[in-house]
């Protein structure tokens, strides 16, 4: 139901940007979530976008460097991350999150590896 | 920010055994207006991005064997592999939904013996 855009190389100092192609509900219905996993590590919250309007809350850590967008022509949330660094490379996902329910569907994920 | 925090870090167990893991939070997680505790479990297998198991605290999400059990309230957690099976190998998260930013505990990684 959710299918991410597929794995993206970049040299420190560029910018990615990230798909999440909803199918199966109501794009508006949930929440988009972004979570950071890095390689052998742990899952970090990154921030959601609201479909319906548009709002987003981004976790401190990444705020300035991300932003992200919900278009519902097309059902599909975007991450863009700028000013990516070494410490960027992770696998990223989307997620959807029923109201107050946990985070009910998740995507493939997608590989973001930053190297010069 | 609600700091998650797992324990143990990992754990080693016997098939049909049972298998529990803590989880702890640096503030609580009820909800006084509806009793309701914003903790979410989550499993992780290699390659694949997590599955939901549990919200609430304790309801299981649908399609989730009824081996898997959790309770708790307030800061402290627990999941519950009442008899453990082969494909229940991973990663187990719990994750806090109270207030953003939505932290997850660290991970206990369940393995068997």
């Known amino acids: 139901q959710l299918i991410?855009?597929?794995t993206e190389v970049r040299k420190p100092g560029a910018t990615v940007k990230i798909a999440c192609k909803v199918?199966?509900?109501t794009f508006s219905a949930y929440y988009i979530h972004w979570i950071q996993q890095a390689p052998g590590k742990g899952l970090e919250w990154v921030g959601l976008v609201d479909p319906e309007d548009g709002e987003t809350i981004y976790t401190e850590k990444f705020r300035g460097r991300v932003t992200m967008t919900a278009d519902t022509s097309t059902d599909t949330a975007y991450m863009e991350l700028s000013n990516l660094r070494s410490a960027d490379?992770?696998?990223y996902y989307c997620a959807a999150?029923?109201?107050?329910?946990?985070?009910s569907f998740w995507g493939q994920g997608t590989l973001v590896t930053v190297s010069s | 920010d609600v700091v998650m925090t797992q324990?143990?870090?990992s754990l080693v167990v016997s098939l049909g055994e049972r298998a529990t893991i803590n989880c702890k939070s640096s503030q609580s997680l009820l909800y006084s207006s509806n009793n309701k505790n914003y903790l979410a479990w989550y499993q992780q297998k290699p390659g694949q991005p997590p599955r939901l198991l549990i919200y609430w605290a304790s309801t299981r999400e649908s399609a989730v064997p009824d081996?898997?059990?959790a309770s708790g309230s307030g800061t402290d957690f627990t999941l519950t592999i009442s008899s453990l099976q082969a494909e229940d190998v991973a990663v187990y998260y719990c994750q806090q939904y109270y207030r953003s930013p939505y932290t997850f505990g660290q991970g206990t990684?369940?393995?068997i013996k």
């Open chain 2, 109 to 111: 990684r369940v393995e």
């Open chain 1, 23 to 25: 199918s199966g509900y």
């Open chain 2, 67 to 69: 081996r898997f059990s």
């Open chain 1, 89 to 91: 490379t992770a696998v």
């Open chain 1, 97 to 103: 999150a029923r109201a107050e329910q946990g985070f």
């Open chain 2, 7 to 9: 324990s143990p870090d």
């Open chain 1, 4 to 6: 991410q855009s597929g």
